[in-house]
């Protein structure tokens, strides 16, 4: 995880630098630190906490100069302190540096380095790099290179990063070279946003906004050269490119509160429009389908088809499951979805005809590159289900889909879920009408999706209902979600939501195989929530509501509006809009995500950077 932003130019870099990292503190915020260069040397400032607590160190103690690189942290190796946390200073100060991934060999290279008398100062594997670097700039001066030689420098960090094992996303500087800002990446993601006579450099468009729209995506094995000069891509095996600039697609709303207190909260009100965003263009009335112009597949091979295997992880993997319900209903096809960390490391026997698709918000998750990349070995032909344009999936995978829901900036993910479910719903409804669907089926299908941003404009209308419930409810300790068909995984979803933010134990469950265990568990102080539309599954989840109720269980129902049958079985009921089955997990999230979140502002948390957690894991 981590995130790293870098500046060269001619502003004060310390205030960009800040800026940007508190837009990346969604990738950890266990400790932050800036280093800034300026005539009379490099200044460092690093801390542990939040990135506020960097900004009045660095508000008492200034660093004046306009090239810096800055870091947030979320700790793999070593516990958040002052000293961990970064830049890292190699040698004798000749490197300074930041580091986003984990590198796998760096006790065996540790113990090298020290042996050659290198001392170190943090418990990271990223002090490992500094040193490493520093160690083959001594050894590039030995064999006479000249040391104010660029070349030197470069020659000296491509030796250090062959010897690495791991990712990495580097910003490093230079105490002999003055007026130069290198990069590398293996892993984790990297971008440059180019400006006028200044450069920008970060682990995500988002400290970009508001500088420049002009963006250079770094692939692996590449570093990047930046002076005021100009910029140099190398990539180690094949030498240098020229720079492809493209457009960042993330505007200052996205990083604006816009009156909300959390980003939380102003992403679920954001759903009517993401939902809008993920189908705009997409629905062919007349043909009765939806279409998408990134798959890169032809109607035969779509049509050959004989399964698909949705890979993801957190959120995004609830929403696969969702994914395999529609697809096998729409198009028949059989689906699986695999958890990317096992998949990895799993040899599925996969047909020629099976079509690996990644869901992923970020495009960063390390596990689900991995899986893409391990299927991709394999000759399978691999696409992505992705939110963030230019990321590493989105950039690796053969073709794919993108959600358009704009930054997701809170790290409990909500538009992002709603806005997989939707495109999944339109990648079933193109798979079934290439497949035996009728035109009127697939007509339905378009007419009810239509609707279905007003459907959770007025579903959000529940938000005061729910905070007084959860008023009612935030002292407890653990929660039942229970759900049937495509309102199991909204109940895995749920329960994550209620446990990422609220530190609440939550279980989610098939509502009928709560009888087989979970059941247990039921008592006075553990309410269950039952999500219990009408539909298919109505009258058999509520016999299961029903047992919970003999057992004195607490029970808060969402419920389709006018179900009066609740009023006197369930504790509390949450209305929302009737809509058919295959369309209720874009409705029935919606509850629940407020619900976590007023659990969790009243319980004191904070919603928006809970506890151990990171948005985007790029470590395994
Ligand atoms: C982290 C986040 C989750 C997210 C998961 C997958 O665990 O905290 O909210 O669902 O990663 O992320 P992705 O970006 O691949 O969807």
New binding site residues.
Partial sequence: MCGIVGYIGRQPASEILLEGLRRLEYRGYDSSGIAVRDLDGISIRKKAGRVQELARLVDEQPCPGNLGIGHTRWATHGPATDVNSHPHVGGNGEVILVHNGVIENYATLREQLQALGYVFRSATDTEVIAHLIAHHLEEQARLGKDPEDLQTALDAVELALRRLKGTYGLAILFRDFPELLVAARLGSPLVVGVGKGEYYLASDGSPLVGHTDEVVYLADHEMVLLTTEGMRLIHRDTGARAPSIQTLDQTQHDQDLNGFPHYMLKEIFEQPQTIENAMRGRLDEEEATARFGGLNLTVQQLRRLDRIVLT?????WHAGLVGEYLIEEFARIPVEVEYASELRYRNPPLSENTMVFA???????AD?LAALRECQRKGHPTLAICNVVGSTIAREADGGIYLHAGAEVG???TK?FTSQVTVLTLLALHLGRLRHMSHPAGKRIITALRNMPDVIRETLKCNDAVREIAKKYHHITDCLYLGRQYNFPVALEGALKLK?ISYIHAEGYPAAEMKHGPIALIDEQTPSVFIVPHGNMYHKVMSNLEEVKARRGPVIAIASQGDKALDNLADDVIYVPEVEDFLQPLVTTIPLQLFSYHMAVLRGCNVDRPRN?????TVE
Avoid: F
């Fill in positions: 993801a992880c957190g959120t995004s869901i992923t918000q970020s495009g960063e998750t689900t790290v409990a993910s992002a990422e957690l990171a948005k985007s894991v």
